[in-house]
């Protein structure tokens, strides 16, 4: 699948920065558009695009085409699009192991990359780049912060972790262990895409553990929660907003009602820019925004702040400028640590059912202006 949209920035945006865009900006947007994870890709590149579209900027062009969620496939497409169409900008990959396949030798090539999602600890250390800002969170954070809560205020003190294999999920149980006070019954990391769990239900309902946390996004998590729900086990449950997401929720139903979940954004954040986004995001699609969408409309608005102040072709002033993320992020506060990750407010929600949707509501802060444990190790 390819879009491409071509766009113009509101002269009053300009007037105000004081610089306009001399170079138009070419963006390669790699996301993944179908199979297993799907809803995350489109949700990412739907909320990029509407930030675009609402920009009106005629100086940028953006290709979107499909990785399948293969890292073969998102590796030929990151050599077409910088060698064939010349991009100036990647982003939109959801998938971590997708990402440690395309962004080393992007940002090597001299391409900027700005991730809205995966967000792998390898590329948060020592493998940090000035080409590579992550929008959206360092891998471990959401996990961080639901073990921060599961022993604070969810009053847990043993906890059956799991997640699937691959950079993602080891950072999952990293940040997980990394804030949990109290003892963990078992480690199970799973299958990337698995949709069968028995076996690890097993082992839940077999182990001494008083609550479980799980990263399973997507598909996974779906099928997760809802053989949860017909297995008996009535241990509560805490996990990261990736498998409590706007979108997920619907297909998971009762089974995720009043779990807790950790998130750096919800659609009730009280900030004038989540507001306009909930509700233009809602116009133009037709469904509430996801957590991805969030993501995505961030990293464009963010895009858009740099293209205002810096030419494309002035590199080191281009990327100051997008170091100084003068924009309004639906997150409310948000500014790049050291390593270029997201330093920000994470939240506890909780599932509930407004209507016939579901949802989540915000019940508080989990952790306050948190960067990630990566950044000492970055030397730039």
């Not at 739907?46 to 930030?51: C, E």
């Not at 598909?219 to 809802?226: A, E, P, R, V, W």
């Not at 009535?234 to 979108?247: E, H």
Request: charged fraction near 20%; proline fraction near 4%.
């Amino acid at each position: 699948m390819k879009l491409k949209s071509l766009t113009s920035i509101a002269a009053i945006a300009m007037l105000t920065a004081g610089v306009a865009a001399a170079e138009p900006v070419k963006v390669g947007m790699i996301t993944t558009l179908s199979g297993g994870g799907a809803g995350l890709g489109i949700a990412i590149r739907d909320g990029f695009m509407l930030a675009v579209k609402q920009s009106g900027n005629t100086d940028l062009e953006v290709i979107v085409e499909d990785d399948q969620r293969k890292p073969d496939i998102a590796v030929q497409l990151a050599d077409k699009m910088i060698q064939s169409d010349k991009v100036d900008v990647l982003t939109g990959i959801v998938w971590s192991n997708l990402a440690m396949a395309v962004v080393p030798a992007a940002t090597a090539q001299g391409k900027i990359y700005l991730s809205p999602n995966a967000g792998p600890s390898a590329l948060a250390g020592k493998g940090c780049h000035p080409n590579y800002f992550n929008v959206a969170w360092q891998n471990d954070n959401l996990h961080e912060a639901a073990g921060a809560y599961a022993s604070g205020d969810g009053g847990f003190s043993k906890s059956f972790i799991l997640a699937p294999n691959y950079p993602a999920g080891q950072d999952a149980l990293t940040g997980y262990k990394r804030m949990f006070k109290g003892d963990i019954a078992a480690e199970v990391y799973t299958k990337l895409g698995q949709t069968d769990y028995a076996s690890e239900l097993a082992q839940i309902r077999a182990s001494d553990a008083d609550s479980v946390f799980f990263f399973l996004p997507g598909g996974m998590g779906i099928s997760f929660l809802k053989q949860y729900a017909d297995s008996g086990i009535d241990l509560p449950l805490v996990g990261p907003a990736f498998s409590f997401d706007q979108d997920i929720l619907q297909a998971v139903g009762d089974a995720a009602l009043g779990v807790h979940n950790t998130s750096q954004w919800n659609k009730d954040l009280d900030n004038a820019a989540n507001a306009a986004f909930v509700e233009s995001f809602v116009a133009e699609y037709g469904r509430l925004p996801s957590l991805y969408a969030s993501q995505g409309f961030d990293t464009a608005n963010l895009l858009l702040s740099a293209m205002a102040k810096a030419d494309i072709s002035d590199k080191d002033a281009f990327l100051a400028a997008l170091k100084a993320a003068d924009f309004a992020s639906v997150r409310g506060a948000f500014a790049f640590g050291s390593n270029q990750h997201p330093v920000q407010n994470i939240y506890v929600r909780k599932v509930v059912k407004e209507g016939d949707v579901y949802t989540n509501e915000l019940v508080g802060p989990a952790l306050e202006n948190h960067a990630d444990a990566y950044a000492a190790d970055c030397k730039m």
